[in-house]
């Protein structure tokens, strides 16, 4: 992930308070949560290799003191005992035993990893004194200087302090003040608070329409965000968290609020990544004067949909052969936005495979233009009849289709599938937002332009809305109620996150693994052509071959060297599972699960069919395979037999397409096996609605109802 402009100021850190609190230290049962605990003292270690100084604040002492005690109770209590009332345990008591506890585990835990820490408690009416304070800064700089990690909480257990906690007197109330406190006095660069979400939400964080706030403007938002309960534990929570955030930032230490159940978002933060809340007295200048609300874009793309569903089929019809028009009419200015991109991405080094799925080469702005018309002419999807039944006399049930509603593509480098996407979403009746990669940011933007301009105002453009920020991603991700289906193209990576991050149901595939399997009985003339194509014509495709299987027959004739011999003319980098390795003499493939996206591929030599077929299913992805034979029987098998979304004999994996299959275009490629299944074109994205037709009837239990259910033609 690129480093956010806004995060700058982390160059400059040296020094950092890590505060964590007791829903990080702790789980729901109040147990102690030593993955948690183990994973942050592991950031902490590398932190503390890469010459960072941290100083920890760690709550927790009481929950755990207060656990502790009540089991010691509990064995110590007669049945009788049990039986009465149980007074509340003293939490000065809870504070000693908890805090002898909490730092036991810290040693252990550090001293694995060859760390030692110090344990520094500390109450609010010592920072009255002066000579307190300059030891306080003299006894750190001595311990920073060995490479210790000073690990202060409040001394509860001796505190004179009495709830309500905060008061006019106060110098500190909880923890969080304690370390804005401490990185006030002892100078640190950074500030970071660790909760158990993952930063500052305009409201409660388990409320949908709640938003993740990436930089805190105290202008713009300390009016607007409203908390949710506290702390589950411990006495603050983050409405303290805030407050400590503020006057930290606002005297000059930048702070940042994150989740601590999340791996590494420490050493995140420290890379720029915009992870968390960030509060800084410059915020106001970074944060654009107009934020776009993912929401209010979600809904006005609902509700053009609405009016684009609301045209005649001719009306839809004439949107896209507009868009079709505009797009060859601006293609001079669409190339040079594209070969700016282009451009910038070989100067920033990305991978030949990512240029190439950037670069429009000449004549695709004609052939996504045809694509589109072709998509045009195509019966018009919406509304049709799929089945017709008669439930009763004059009582017509309907089966028709119907829109999805709004759809979020989330794809990568590639600026032809906008093109496709929106035409199919326009054709579909649904409504579209769309995020593309940022190397493709020019190339999307007048592409966008361009179409939702060609859009008529009794629809309006807001019908495909452009996002623009990643950051925008997670919010639009738990708009469950009003986006229908999440699309993602691109990397396994990308995927697999947003397949995890989303209650909104999702369709693509993961990888690309295509297999050809060259059977004993091909024709070795049509195998030498198949396979050149499904690896060279586009190998950064994801339906290009990434593995070839060979019958083990095809050694011993020689046929199998022909083919070696002429991928490698082609100029294409060999890869040998086991047994070709060996007897080919090539490098072994680190996995047979690699989607290589390059003039690379691997071979791998197998028994027969079933060995074949055994191996797809092992290591490929479900997405296209192909049996190259002349022995029909063995072709059955292999197409009845292997689960992928497409299966091919005879024929090259590039042509699972959907331009190819006749769809007009593609909004992507699913594995997934409910819904749509392989190349997504327009009934992909459609569902189904029931249209019932009476003339006054009624259930009353079915007394005076004499049920047919009749299929009746569809045109009667």
């Not at 309960?229 to 005297?251: E, L």
């Not at 054709?427 to 493709?440: I, M, W």
């Not at 591929?601 to 992805?621: L, M, P, R, Y």
């Not at 074109?681 to 005076?704: A, M, P």
Request: glycine fraction near 8%.
């Amino acid at each position: 992930m690129a480093e956010d402009s806004s995060r700058a100021f982390v160059k400059d850190v040296k020094r950092i308070v890590i505060k964590v609190g007791t829903a990080v230290v702790t789980r729901n049962d109040g147990r102690l949560a030593l993955g948690r605990l183990g994973a942050l003292c592991e950031q902490i270690k590398e932190l503390n290799s890469q010459g960072y100084e941290i100083i920890l604040v760690s709550s927790g002492a009481v929950g755990l003191g207060r656990q502790r005690l009540r089991y010691r109770r509990l064995v110590n209590s007669s049945f009788a005992d049990l039986q009465k009332p149980q007074v509340e345990l003293d939490g000065k008591a809870c504070a000693a035993v908890g805090q002898n506890s909490l730092m036991a585990l810290y040693d252990t835990l550090f001293s694995e990893l060859d760390i030692s820490s110090a344990q520094l408690l500390v109450t609010d009416s010592d920072f009255r004194d002066r000579d307190f304070r300059k030891q306080l800064n003299e006894t750190v700089k001595s311990l920073l200087s060995l490479k210790v990690i000073p690990i202060f909480n409040e001394n509860d257990a001796v505190s004179t302090r009495k709830a309500p906690y905060e008061d006019s007197s106060g110098i500190f109330w909880d923890n969080d003040s304690l370390a804005a406190l401490l990185a006030l006095e002892l100078k640190a660069d950074l500030l970071v608070l660790l909760s158990d979400v993952e930063g500052l939400y305009s409201g409660p964080p388990s409320d949908p329409k709640s938003k993740l706030i990436h930089t805190y403007v105290k202008e713009k938002h300390q009016g607007e965000i409203t908390f949710g309960d506290k702390s589950r534990v411990g006495r603050g929570g983050m409405t303290a968290k805030v407050k400590a955030a503020v006057n930290a930032a606002y005297a000059g230490i930048p702070v940042v609020i994150t989740s601590g159940s999340a791996p590494e978002n420490i050493i995140r933060v420290l890379q720029g990544q915009k992870i968390g809340t960030l509060f800084h007295q410059d915020a106001h200048l970074w944060e654009p004067t107009k934020e776009v609300d993912t929401r209010e874009m979600a809904v006005a793309a609902r509700e053009s949909s609405r009016r684009l569903q609301a045209l005649s089929s001719q009306e839809r019809k004439k949107i896209l052969l507009d868009i079709a028009d505009a797009l060859e009419a601006n293609e001079k200015l669409i190339t040079v936005e594209n070969e700016a991109d282009v451009a910038a991405a070989q100067q920033a080094g990305y991978e030949k495979s990512l240029i190439s799925r950037l670069a429009l080469k000449p004549g695709k702005i004609a052939s996504l233009a045809k694509s589109i018309r072709v998509l045009a002419n195509m019966e018009d999807p919406i509304g049709r009849v799929l089945k017709k039944t008669q439930l009763a006399d004059g009582l017509i049930l309907e089966k028709t289709s119907s829109p999805l509603g709004v759809l979020l593509i989330v794809f990568e480098s590639r600026p032809d599938a906008l093109v496709q996407i929106a035409s199919l979403a326009i054709r579909s009746g649904n409504g579209l937002l769309l995020k593309g990669g940022k190397e493709a940011k020019r190339s999307n933007a007048i592409l966008h332009k361009v179409i939702t301009e060609a859009i008529p105002d009794i629809v309006g453009g807001k019908v495909i809305g452009l996002v623009t920020s990643r950051d925008e991603i997670p919010d639009l991700l738990k708009l469950d109620d009003v986006i229908d289906l999440v699309i993602p193209r691109g990397s396994n990576k990308l995927v697999s996150q947003i397949k995890s991050s989303t209650k909104i149901p999702v369709l693509g595939h993961a990888d690309g693994i295509c297999h050809v399997y060259v059977d004993k009985s091909a024709n070795m003339d049509m195998a030498k052509r198949v396979v050149l194509d499904a690896k060279i014509d586009y190998p950064a495709a994801c339906n290009a071959m990434e593995t070839l299987l060979v019958h083990k027959d095809l050694v011993t004739n020689g046929a199998l060297n022909e083919l070696i011999v002429d991928l490698r003319i082609q100029g294409v980098t060999l890869y040998g599972g086991p047994r070709a390795s060996l007897l080919m003499n090539i490098p072994q493939a680190r996995s047979f699960h690699h989607e290589y996206n390059s003039m690379e591929c691997t071979v791998e030599i197998v028994d027969n069919v079933a060995a074949a077929i055994d191996h797809i299913h092992h290591h490929g992805s479900a997405h296209t395979d192909c049996i190259i034979t002349e022995d029909r029987e063995t072709a059955e098998i292999f197409l009845h037999q292997v689960d992928s979304a497409a299966v091919f004999h005879n024929a090259s994996t590039r042509f699972c397409d959907g331009a190819r299959f006749g769809l007009g275009a593609e909004v992507g490629i699913s594995t997934s096996r409910i819904h749509a299944r392989g190349p997504v074109g327009v009934e992909g994205l459609l569902t189904t609605r029931w249209i019932l037709k009476g003339s006054g009837q009624v259930v009353d239990g079915d007394k005076g109802v004499i049920y047919t259910h009749k299929d009746i033609p569809i045109n009667s």
